[in-house]
């Protein structure tokens, strides 16, 4: 980074300071003080949500942010268009269940007119696809990025409807499944990703199940290792089904043959050795991909996270409104992502599970 004759950057104990009048080129790439290029922004939408996962929310739910203290559109275009022009050429927009924030389509028509950003995805639970499956593809087409379209990962913790119930505590499998059928009807939504939940004493039962779909369908099925970050605090160690056993189940049913990671890779991906199909593996918790991370997080009121598990966050919200301009942003983005942790401690001594949930985060 290179400062201009009107100011300096110094950096104290890993900490940077961006000293007054200092102007940056928004060319230059984000980088962390790790050394670690960020180019993956993960944007919460809404912490609403129209299921009640037990790994992630009470039955009750949780008290909803006001309306008031969600990001506008307007408010997410500008930061997202700020972004992008430091380097994040990859953007996926989550919530909460990022569908149930109302014209959300407009949302995405709006980001997929920005030039810089190559990657544009959706993180849904899918309840709504069916209805909305179609406005969400066409909202994406006018898009100049490679292939025009718009990725989707739709969360199905369970293939058997009474199972599906009990996680979710909606009796939903079936709409869930026909959104997918009707998103899996455009090529350019594709490829569409099937995630699911590993619980140990739950998932071990949904295995076969899973790899069937996975082999006879166009989805790539995602197994994702359980977190802390339940609204009860319930998490142990104990739940957690790793991704190694169960990348041994998948492969005593049918064998595995590895795929090249892409660097920044959350999943571990392998296809099935007679060719018919994709599956993956995200080992968060014990195989932990901390060190060539390049995520960070914006939250639906408008604070940045460095980390999923971070426990300070950046608030670009009240600057935003309070009439800061983009070089102002960019150097408070800058200086949060400088002091990016180096991984999530998860397992070790001392960890500390974030006052926020992962539907108040951003999945």
């Not at 992630?56 to 309306?67: D, N, Q, T, V, Y």
């Not at 919200?317 to 401690?345: N, S, T």
Request: some cysteine; aromatic content about 6%.
């Amino acid at each position: 980074m290179s400062a201009s004759a009107a100011g300096v950057v110094s950096r104290t104990n890993g900490k940077s300071r961006i000293d007054s009048g200092y102007r940056m080129s928004v060319s230059e790439p984000l980088t962390d003080g790790h050394g670690r290029r960020i180019e993956d922004l993960r944007v919460s939408v809404t912490d609403r949500c129209n299921f009640r996962c037990q790994y992630c929310m009470p039955a009750e739910g949780l008290p909803w942010l006001e309306r008031a203290e969600i990001l506008s559109f307007d408010e997410i275009e500008r930061l997202v268009a700020l972004f992008a022009r430091m380097g994040v050429h990859a953007v996926r927009l989550t919530g909460g269940e990022p569908l149930v924030r109302r014209d959300f389509p407009r949302l995405l028509r709006m980001l997929a007119a920005i030039e810089e950003l190559q990657d544009l995805a959706i993180t849904t639970n899918g309840f709504r696809l069916e209805r909305d499956a179609a406005a969400l593809v066409a909202a994406a087409g006018s898009s100049q990025r490679p292939g025009g379209g718009v990725r989707f990962n739709v969360s199905v913790d369970s293939l058997q409807r009474d199972r599906f119930y009990a996680l979710t505590r909606r009796d939903a499998l079936d709409q869930v499944m026909r959104g997918l059928a009707c998103l899996a009807q455009y090529p350019q939504a594709h490829p569409i990703k099937v995630n699911a939940v590993a619980l140990r004493g739950f998932t071990e039962d949904e295995v076969p199940a899973f790899v069937e779909l996975a082999r006879h369908s166009a989805y790539e099925v995602r197994f994702i290792e359980f977190m802390p970050l339940d609204a009860d605090r319930a998490w142990t160690s104990d739940q957690v089904l790793t991704g190694a056993e169960l990348h041994a189940m998948v492969d005593a049913l049918h064998p595995l043959e590895p795929l090249e990671r892409e660097p920044s890779a959350t999943a571990r991906v392998y296809r099935f050795s007679d060719g018919r199909g994709r599956i993956g593996f995200i080992s968060s918790v014990s195989e932990p991909f901390c060190a060539d991370c390049n995520r960070i997080r914006l939250t639906a009121d408008g604070r940045l996270r460095t980390c999923l598990f971070s426990l300070n966050e950046t608030d670009l919200r009240g600057p935003l409104r309070e009439g800061a301009d983009d070089h102002e942003l960019e150097r408070l983005v800058r200086d949060a992502v400088w002091r990016k942790e180096l991984k999530h401690q998860i397992g070790e001594p001392g960890f500390i599970q974030p006052a926020r949930t992962m539907s108040a985060i951003g999945g």
